[in-house]
């Protein structure tokens, strides 16, 4: 069963910084790309980042890149969104997700991820 779960999400003056985590069961984490999403009141999910299963690659949507990183811990089948320099345009809710294929490449086809947590809160303060 695949499991995700994310936390990390909170409040934050405009300028601040956050880490999501995801947690992930083991399988999922070694086999499937992980990617983020975020989805602000009023509007359509959209894509953030997402790395393949063993992190060898990532990908940025253009508007996130420079702000925000993902990154991995084996360890602990985590990966994280490090976000810096937030703006109060960066409130929504933080979805981590998991590709329904094995072993693929990045994507930031919404429709690609199969598996979904249950989504973190970021409210950015002005």
């Known amino acids: 069963q695949v499991q995700l779960v994310e936390s990390g999400g909170g409040l934050v003056q405009a300028g601040g910084s956050l880490r999501l985590s995801c947690a992930a069961d083991r399988h999922t984490f070694s086999t499937r790309a992980l990617g983020w999403f975020r989805q602000a009141p009023g509007k359509e999910r959209e894509f953030v980042t997402c790395?393949?299963?063993?992190?060898?690659?990532?990908y940025y949507a253009d508007s996130m890149k420079g702000r925000f990183t993902i990154s991995r811990d084996n360890a602990k089948n985590t990966v994280y969104l490090q976000m810096n320099s937030l703006k109060p345009e960066d409130t929504a809710v933080y979805y981590c997700?998991?590709?329904?294929?094995?072993?693929?490449?990045?994507?930031?086809?919404?429709?690609?991820?199969?598996?979904w947590g249950q989504g973190t809160q970021v409210t950015v303060s002005s």
């Open positions: 790395t393949i299963w063993n992190g060898a690659r990532t």
């Open positions: 997700a998991a590709t329904t294929s094995y072993y693929g490449s990045t994507s930031d086809k919404e429709s690609e991820y199969g598996y």
